[in-house]
């Protein structure tokens, strides 16, 4: 596992991660707007682990963090995780929202603390994820970098 790798994915190689997202059950449909940043963990050409960044008026959404079934339970996610909060810190955000329906523990453990939905960045309320992807019972949350 030495050999992982992290990158940001151009628009163009998007599809790339789509199976991923669909075997995790993540909507890809609003991928390809403007705003959205795709990262991957690659181990010798292998894709283990996608997730991605929604930014709209200074204010990033986590969205789309899938690891490979047969890579879970190795620390890939949070690797994964703190990459995407890094590149999202180097670009100037602040904090990060997400919204989640089955990992609200898992975001826990890494520092995300649930918010309500009203208290949202109201930029981010506009997202196809906020508005409809992610049902009205999604747990909201939220991380200072």
């Not at 292998?46 to 959404?61: F, P, S, Y």
Request: aromatic content about 8%; proline content about 3%; overall charge negative.
């Amino acid at each position: 596992m030495e050999n992982i790798t992290f990158e940001e994915l151009v628009p163009g190689d998007f599809a790339t991660v789509f199976e991923l997202l669909n075997e995790a059950e993540l909507d890809d449909s609003d991928l390809k707007q403007p705003g959205i940043r795709l990262f991957q963990l690659v181990e010798s050409g292998i894709l283990c682990a996608v997730g991605g960044l929604e930014t709209r008026d200074g204010q990033a959404l986590l969205r789309s963090v899938a690891v490979k079934k047969e890579w879970q339970g190795r620390g890939l996610g949070k690797k994964l995780v703190a990459q995407i909060e890094k590149a999202a810190g180097q670009s100037g955000i602040r904090s990060l929202y997400l919204l989640t329906t089955t990992a609200s523990g898992f975001f826990q453990s890494l520092g995300y603390r649930i918010i309500h939905r009203d208290d949202f960045a109201e930029p981010l309320k506009l997202t196809a994820q906020f508005a409809g992807l992610c049902p009205a019972s999604a747990i909201c949350m939220k991380k200072e970098l």
